[in-house]
């Protein structure tokens, strides 16, 4: 069993889950039960599924929920997107969510990979 706190990945999912809380004050009002809800649930899902796995023994199991991680990624990284094309945030925020999700991901899938194990 892992503690989760430790890990960079999870520490920079939860960052951006924090960011996209603030971020998502700004939206629209009758957004509150559907894009800003979605979007705060799928990035809380990324460090959440994290921490999860690492309560696991077994890195099957581990390995399984960063994959969900990882999903979870991708649909805040659309979540994002659309959220800017309705212009509820700025382009500059924008941007720094999908570089920080971009690295998110690229350490999960170093993480899985480093995780499962070898073939000798």
Same mark, same amino acid.
């Given at each position: 069993?892992?503690?989760?706190?430790?890990?960079?990945?999870?520490?920079?999912?939860?960052?951006?889950?924090?960011?996209?809380?603030?971020?998502?004050?700004? %939206?629209?009002?009758?957004?509150?039960?559907g894009l800003v809800s979605q979007i705060r649930?799928?990035?809380?899902?990324?460090?959440?599924?994290?921490?999860?796995?690492?309560?696991?023994?077994?890195?099957?199991? %581990?390995?399984?929920?960063?994959?969900?991680?990882?999903?979870?990624?991708?649909?805040?990284?659309?979540?994002?997107?659309?959220?800017?094309?309705?212009? %509820?945030?700025?382009?500059?925020?924008?941007?720094?969510?999908?570089?920080?999700?971009?690295?998110?991901?690229?350490?999960?899938?170093?993480?899985?990979?480093?995780?499962?194990?070898?073939?000798?």
């Amino acid at each position: 069993m892992k503690d989760y706190r430790n890990l960079i990945v999870w520490q920079k999912a939860h960052q951006l889950t924090l960011s996209i809380y603030e971020m998502s004050k700004q %939206f629209p009002a009758e957004e509150k039960y559907g894009l800003v809800s979605q979007i705060r649930r799928a990035s809380s899902s990324i460090p959440t599924n994290i921490a999860e796995g690492c309560g696991h023994e077994s890195k099957g199991q %581990f390995i399984r929920y960063l994959q969900i991680a990882s999903g979870s990624a991708n649909e805040t990284e659309y979540l994002l997107l659309l959220s800017k094309d309705l212009n %509820f945030i700025l382009q500059q925020d924008y941007e720094t969510a999908l570089q920080l999700i971009t690295e998110i991901k690229k350490m999960m899938r170093s993480l899985i990979a480093k995780s499962k194990p070898s073939d000798n």
